[in-house]
């Protein structure tokens, strides 16, 4: 599976950005899919994530409320719909994709398959 995000930008506090992440070379439908995130400095964190069927959301504390993931298997696209952006938001954001990840916070190491990150930058 290949998966190619982006969407990142620069934007003020309190605005939105929507990531996409397309996938090529395999079926959507029997992966579970997610976004991690990394700022300079930090460790790679689980941001949200999807089952494969969609019946199951996961999200970190520090974005329930203003990030919602969504996925369209027929189209093999996942979204970020990342609203109310916080300065501490910035970071390259990863799309990811494993099997069986039937919690509620993932692990970089539980991931099969990575994208390349998409960068963004929230200004205050």
């Known amino acids: 599976v290949q998966l190619q995000a982006c969407g990142g930008g620069l934007v003020q506090a309190g605005g939105s950005l929507r990531l996409s992440c397309a996938a090529s070379g395999r079926t959507l439908s029997t992966l579970d899919m997610g976004w991690f995130r990394q700022a300079p400095g930090k460790e790679r964190e689980f941001v949200a994530g999807m089952r494969w069927n969609g019946d199951v959301t996961y999200s970190t504390d520090s974005v329930k409320g203003r990030f919602t993931i969504s996925r369209d298997n027929a189209e093999k696209v996942v979204y970020l719909q990342m609203n109310m952006l916080k300065p501490e938001d910035t970071a390259v954001y990863y799309c990811?994709?494993?099997?069986?990840?039937?919690?509620?916070?993932?692990?970089?190491?539980?991931?099969?398959?990575w994208g390349k990150g998409t960068l963004v930058t929230v200004s205050s």
């Open positions: 990811a994709a494993g099997s069986m990840l039937v919690r509620s916070s993932w692990s970089p190491t539980d991931i099969n398959y």
